[in-house]
């Protein structure tokens, strides 16, 4: 742990290979799915770390005979015992996941990758979300808040019933696509312009979909200010296997975000892929 | 335990991974000493080597599909003096033997590659990705099998270490190619690599998906063609085959050695899974104890 109480190592060891949970609750939060699974035996993620994800049963057999593989998916926090995933119903995977039920088998793999930093040169930690990838951000709020640091967050839906998940932090900012929640209505990437141009001295912690981490990623560099950006890629594997989940760096080349990721300095991306 | 004579290596039993489908420096890095302590394979073959380093395809290098997937990854690989240097350390600390897949596009170049694994001890035995186009003809060298034939018998002489062919499937007599492996002196062969697939965009029709534009479909999708094209290989060589494709589990591991494979790879099961080869392996020794057929062809080889 660094010396305020937060962040620390950046990644726990996973037990190696997948191991089976039972799910203990489903719960609808607006738009999205919740779900928690008993993990009596796995050891306590960093905030931004994933598991891949398979539903025990029914995993293949959908649409085109999917899905085959597991689904990443950032650990939303872990309360009593239990990994909690925020989902969202957008493809064959994800729609299996969303209808698991208590007492369901879920395959996991996990907890892989890179999670955030703490904060550092004394800067607040200031949290952006984007739709389900306020996940990581629940858990590095309670991270933080715990070690009784600040921990505002600013986040973006689509519409009002998406913004329901703001429920999942506490206190947010609220921006809506369409205004029909929240306190704006447009980009959240506008509340935290003004955020960091009424004061800069932070570091900035984003999830969401590309074009907004890209937003992010180049107001945060005009304003000279450190981000970190948990980004997402098709993956099959999670552990560095498949070299599927790349991206390309700004000094040339690529990195893994399974192993490399998927928090990633916003100064190593030229760009945020897929923006 | 089912141990297994392999071109002279005792390994612990059959199951092996595919080139390119574990990193174990990679996955020592997410599942820490466990993995050393619970290695999932008796043998760890690399990824492929080339002998400058090599960035990859752009992304998406994915596509999932029905019962598999396919792959554009490109042969990312931090070239020979890189994987030397850097991975061979500590894929040497490994608890088994260690084979190293190479590939060139030319005979000089892979005989470059060749006599540079041979001068290293903590390599085992080496594996030739033939996979590769020709430069001239554009064919995949390991599709040709004189051309193929004539690759080996330049690079035979320059190591004693065990020479492994992996085969291309995407040939049109693929036991032919195996034959002039074998005549060239390759000391075993390994097949199915993946089949060539296309993934269309599903938001921009009649452009590719992948970054790569075309890839290799691996998965139980081509389970059936690896056991037809092992059996049709096994009855025209006489040298030991690594079988792969599609290995989900220790019938599916058996069927390929009842088709005539000596060592049985997974690959995509283990991106499911990282510890798949374990429990393939426990379930083929299951089967072993109950039946003796399979335990008696082994033993012959």
Redesign the interface.
Known sequence: MSANGAGGER?T??????RRLRVAERHEVGAYVVVEAADPDGPAPRPGQFYML?AAERW?GGE???????RAFSVLRVADGRLQFMLEDVGPGTARLSELQAGDGL?V?GP??LGFAAPADDRRALLCGGGVGTAPLAIWQDELLAAGLPAPALLGFRDAAHAEGAALLANPRVATDDGSAGEHHGLVTDLLAAELDADPHATVYACGPPPMLEAVRALCAARGVPAQLALE???????????????PTRD???V?L??DGPVLDAAALAEV?GH | MNAVSFCGLDLAHPIVNGS????A???R????D??LE?FPFSAFVSKTITLKPR??NA????Y??????I?S?GL?NKGLDGYLAHDLPELARLPVPLITNVMGATAAEIAALVEAVDARPEIDAVELNVSCPNVKTGLDIGADPAELGSVVARVRPLTAKPLIVKLTPNASDVPAAAQAAEAAGADAVSLINTLRAYAPHPRSPGTPWLGGGTGGLS?PAIRAVALAQVRAVAQRVSIPIVGMGGVQTGRHAAQLLDAGATLVAVG?E??????AG?RIQHELHHLFAKSGNIVNRCADV
Not at chain 1, 233 to 247: D, E, I, Q
């Open positions: 990644r060891l996973a037990p190696f290979g997948r398979a293949g085109d005979e999917r899905p085959f593989l597991p395959w793999t892989l990758g890629a098709g993956m099959a594997c999670g552990f560095g296997a498949c070299f599927g989940c790349v991206v040339g080349g690529y893994r399974c192993v892929p | 390119g489908t574990f990193d420096i990679a996955a890095r997410a599942f820490g466990a993995l619970r960035d990859g992304p998406p290098r994915l999932e599909t029905p019962a598999g997937m792959n990854i990312p998965g995509t283990s991106f499911r899974d990282p510890a374990t």
